[in-house]
């Protein structure tokens, strides 16, 4: 296996990578993935332990790391918020020292990103974010692999995404940029996303010859994308604004309609869960357009490349 030289990073934000870094990532994943199809071990953190902490609910992220660890031959730990002494006020600086001592790397879903950079900088062990309130970099690395795949290319491949400008939209955008994507987000006023990250997107991009557009005119935006993607309209914590999210972003819905005016060449993807009838059709989900399904896959052997990359 290729040394990409990231032993001992962490891996938080997309951003934090360079474009050769994030290529070296995909090419790992794509071999690890052909390894796995071939039922070929790679058991290269064999005698490692990685911990798996939830302070929010995954289905993908917890089955898909658990069994990659298990893959890798290391030993997965799930510990979920009721299981320690985080959510009742343990810090975060003794967390990190503590579980420093016991394993190797912390995946972490969490609220905050400032508490997933905060275990980086205090423990001395690499950590993965595995979802925050404003990145999701796993899901947007995995997504790059899945694109690669369907579209062939990441250069120059036009991905729209339509919906809430939320994390998700957020590692996306910072993936686009690190890989010479064209990526259009449309989401409605008081829906975009973060001004910052997307500056900081359009930065990366001059390097790459990427595109990062913010519209609010999706049917304008969706002509000739190669991609059409969204997520949920209500984020995990968000769940009391449910009502009024849907109604300021039910434009926004990616269903037959939507896919007739970008033609029959896109894919559709969704990191999932869905939720249909709101921002996605059950047609749209199930129909041969949607990439859905390879793309969940794909979480599990692109976050197995960032983990034989990083662990030591
Ligand atoms: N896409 C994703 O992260 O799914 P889970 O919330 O089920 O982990
Ligand atoms: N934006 C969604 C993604 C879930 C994988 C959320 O944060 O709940």
Request: glycine letters at 8%; charged letters at 20%; a negative charge.
């Amino acid at each position: 296996m290729k040394d990409l030289g990231l032993t001992g990073r962490s891996f938080l934000t997309i951003h934090d990578f360079s474009p050769a870094e994030i290529e070296g990532l995909l090419d790992l994943a794509t071999e690890l993935k052909a390894a796995q199809k071939r039922r070929e071990p790679r058991p290269v953190l064999a005698g490692r332990a990685v911990a798996m902490i939830f302070m929010k609910t995954s289905t993908r992220t917890r089955v898909s790391f658990e069994i990659g660890i298990e893959q890798l031959g290391a030993q997965p730990m799930f510990l979920s918020a009721n299981d320690i002494q985080l959510r009742v006020g343990e810090t975060i600086k003794d967390t990190a020292n503590v579980m420093s001592r016991y394993v190797d790397c912390i995946m972490i879903r969490t609220f905050a990103q400032q508490d997933v950079e905060d275990l980086a900088r205090y423990g001395q062990i690499p950590v993965i974010n595995g979802l925050t309130d404003t990145h999701h970099p796993c899901q947007g690395l995995s997504d790059a692999l899945t694109i690669r795949e369907h579209c062939g290319k990441l250069q120059g491949t036009k991905l729209v995404y339509s919906g809430d400008g939320n994390n998700v939209a957020h590692s996306l955008a910072e993936v686009g940029a690190k890989t010479g994507m064209h990526v259009v987000i449309c989401s409605p006023a008081g829906y975009l996303p973060d001004e910052a990250i997307i500056a900081r997107a359009q930065e990366d991009a001059k390097a790459t010859g990427a595109k990062i557009e913010l519209t609010s005119d999706l049917q304008e935006a969706v002509k000739g994308a190669d991609v059409i993607y969204t997520d949920t309209f209500t984020s995990m914590g968000q769940e009391a604004d449910h009502d009024v999210r849907l109604a300021a972003l039910k434009n926004y819905q990616v269903n037959s309609e939507l896919l007739a005016l970008a033609g029959p060449q896109v894919k559709v993807m969704h990191c999932l869960p869905a939720h249909w009838g709101e921002e996605i059709t059950e047609e749209v989900l199930y129909s041969p357009n949607s990439v859905v399904f390879d793309q969940a896959e794909n979480r599990m052997h692109a976050q197995k490349a960032i983990m034989a990359a990083i662990i030591s």
